[in-house]
């Protein structure tokens, strides 16, 4: 298998590849972070079956289109706009439409709660809430960010997880400033209409694999990926995480994932400007 990356550098099937500026050859065995977590971000997707899933951003955008290519091909993706898409083309690339998805019908999806969204988080505390709106006292904030959009209902209407590009205690903090996304704890605070369906999947990091197996549904420490060590996240994170005495290692992607990732899904290496080649 051999190809182009739109800028005249081959790909082969050994996995010739740019990442961070650089150029570099490796051998299809020799996974990067970046690759990694796009397999975490697969397998967060693997089991939902026939639902509309949702990735916000490169890497979850990736891993989505991976687990479809591989773990769940039933999933339904869109272009992150207004259709969806009959394929699984590259990131930036385009596809035969399959349907009519306008802002307004998400609404109805998330209704349904058919639906599993991958967000950002500005800020992610011990209990499962996330902050996307605003760094500060909510009184009067430091900074603006993108206000809480969709995350209240996504949180309380259908399976949501959480991608971390850049892993440190101020993105993990305690208590969030500002609730966007609502955590299990918050959920069921609120009752049974804002608790029946909330579920916080998983949180990905560019260090980690989590989610909310601690006690009273807090955050724990599923796996550590390759290179990393259990003191390096506790250390980077600002709450007290469940830690297991043995936690496994975040598998890397097979031949035919990293393979599918490096020609047909990111042949451009753009996961790398989220995840560099360290």
Avoid at 252 to 262: G, V
Wanted: hydrophobic letters at 40%; proline letters at 6%; one cysteine or more.
């Amino acid at each position: 298998m051999s190809g182009s990356d739109g800028a005249g550098n081959e790909l082969s099937g050994a996995g010739r590849e740019r990442g961070s500026g650089a150029s570099a050859e490796r051998t299809m065995s020799d996974s990067t972070r970046a690759d990694v977590c796009a397999a975490a971000i697969a397998d967060a997707f693997s089991e939902d079956g026939e639902v509309f899933a949702s990735p916000m951003g490169l890497l979850p955008t990736l891993g989505v289109r991976l687990a479809k290519l591989t773990s769940n091909p039933d999933l339904v993706i869109s272009d992150g706009e207004s259709v969806l898409l009959g394929g699984t083309p590259p990131l930036g690339g385009k596809d035969v439409i399959e349907g009519w998805i306008p802002f307004r019908r998400v609404f109805d999806v998330i209704a349904y709660g058919k639906r599993h969204v991958m967000m950002g988080a500005t800020q992610v505390d011990r209990e499962g809430n996330q902050n996307i709106s605003a760094i500060g006292p909510f009184a009067q904030p430091k900074r603006q960010l993108l206000g809480s959009r969709g995350a209240p209902g996504n949180t309380v209407g259908h399976r949501t997880s959480y991608w971390v590009p850049k892993h440190s205690p101020r993105v993990f903090v305690e208590q969030v400033d500002t609730v966007s996304g609502v955590g299990p704890r918050r959920a069921r605070a609120a009752g049974s209409a804002a608790s029946r369906f909330n579920d916080i999947h998983r949180v990905v990091s560019n260090l980690a694999v989590f989610d909310l197996g601690g006690p009273d549904d807090t955050m724990r420490l599923v796996s550590v990926h390759p290179g990393v060590s259990v003191d390096e996240v506790v250390d980077a994170t600002g709450f007290a995480l469940e830690v297991s005495a043995e936690v496994p290692t975040t598998r890397e992607p097979s031949t035919e994932e990293l393979l599918l990732i490096r020609e047909m899904i990111d042949p451009k290496g753009l996961r790398f400007k989220e995840v560099p080649d360290a």
